[in-house]
């Protein structure tokens, strides 16, 4: 970890403490009134006592604690610390915001700590690009050729460029996913290319590629033609299973705007055609959020006015039960209200057990707990709009220190 301390160039919290100073040090007379002796703690600690204590504490802390001496950076940087911090200590995800321009750079929010921390992505050069993540590895797509992609841990910087996928490399529209295995820390990536049939705008070819890092390479699983629907930039691996979204291309209902297909990438199947795994949109959405929470298939959408879908009156929260949608929150009116001017799209991601919410016209960033169905503010970012017309996005990634592409 050694020269790796540099994602943290500032520190960023709208909370106020009160802290005393303290030395790391005991100091004990005895009755006599000999010169007191100062002992350090950390060196009457044996080495697996430290590294344990070390262990607990958030990964922004263990960073810092490798620069405190020689010992404490040789216990953080070993194997073994490393694989206990990811089997001891469950890290909430990460969500790194950063603004439309050519220099990637933003700031990463701690929902624990809550803290935002500037960091320098590595291995891109602009912030128009398709990103997936999981486990702590993250998966970047240019947004320009969408052949061009790097997978990289956004902690240790350590990133890596993949081959080029197969077939065209120009679509229409791209939709990137990545699923990371967290005993073997191989991972699957896969990309759903959709292109409009040349002068039929009802017809779409769908062709997905799927690439294993245990081959480093790419095979294109399936090619099929959509007829009414085309596909879009929104997919996700759950469980060894690709959902992505499709869109109607004209003649359905406005609640049928919204669909569901599934590919099972374990025995590179769709049953038949893709469109008899076909699951409708839990109502009339604007925009519609894959995510993979726990090996459960969750949606985050924005809900449309009955008789002007195209106006978001509410954004929903849903977990997909074999078939069915189920809806388990609905963001509160005030938090809503919250972001200011709310277009009809937006970014939201999440893992764990956390989802992240944010508009794409302000830094404003909600975070929704799945267990304790709680919704709350981040501290606020230190972002700031400049201009009225400025994008903000944003994704989030587990902070992991043991696994690299």
């Known amino acids: 970890m050694e020269g790796q301390t540099s994602w943290i160039r500032h520190c960023h919290t709208d909370m106020s403490r009160d802290l005393e100073d303290f030395d790391s040090y005991l100091d004990f007379t005895n009755e006599g009134g000999k010169e007191a002796v100062a002992v350090s703690v950390e060196s009457i600690l044996p080495d697996d006592l430290l590294e344990r204590i070390l262990s607990y504490l958030p990964i922004a802390s263990i960073f810092r604690a490798g ?220 925009c519609g959020r894959l995510m993979n929470l726990k090996q459960k298939l969750v949606m985050v959408g924005g809900i449309g006015k009955q008789d002007r879908p195209d106006i978001i009156k509410g954004i929903g929260i849903w977990i997909l039960c074999g078939k069915e949608w189920r809806e388990i929150a609905r963001m509160p009116h005030k938090f809503f209200q919250g972001f200011g001017e709310f277009d009809d799209v937006f970014a939201s991601c999440g893992t764990d057990d956390l989802v992240y919410i944010q508009s794409y016209g302000a830094p404003a960033l909600l975070t929704f707990d799945m267990n304790l169905r709680q919704w709350r503010w981040s501290q606020k970012c230190p972002v700031t709009k400049r201009f009225p017309l400025q994008l903000f996005t944003g994704f989030c990634f587990e902070p992991r220190l043991e696994i690299n592409p």
């Open 67 to 286: 620069s405190v001496c020689k010992r404490w950076h040789d216990i953080v940087s070993s194997r073994r610390f490393l694989w206990n911090v990811s089997h001891i200590l469950s890290q909430k995800p990460w969500y790194f915001m950063f603004t439309s321009s050519d220099d990637p750079i933003g700031y990463a929010y701690d929902p624990v700590l809550r803290k935002w921390y500037a960091i320098d992505l590595p291995c891109i050069d602009k912030s128009n690009c398709f990103i997936a993540s999981s486990c702590g590895l993250v998966c970047f797509m240019d947004n320009d050729s969408r052949s061009e992609l790097h997978v990289c841990n956004p902690i240790t910087k350590c990133s890596m460029k993949l081959p080029e996928p197969l077939g065209s490399k120009f679509s229409d529209y791209s939709a990137l996913a990545i699923s990371v295995n967290r005993v073997s820390h191989n991972y699957t990536i896969s990309v759903v290319k959709s292109k409009q049939v040349p002068g039929n705008f009802f017809q779409w070819d769908i062709s997905i590629h799927i690439y294993d890092s245990e081959t480093m390479m790419w095979v294109t699983s399936l090619t099929e033609v959509l007829t009414g629907w085309r596909g879009g930039d929104e997919s996700v691996i759950c469980d060894g299973v690709l959902y992505f979204l499709i869109y109607s291309t004209g003649g359905g209902a406005p609640d049928n705007r919204h669909g569901l297909v599934t590919y099972n990438i374990s025995n590179h199947s769709s049953h038949g055609l893709l469109i008899r795994s076909f699951i409708p949109a839990p109502c009339s959405l604007t």
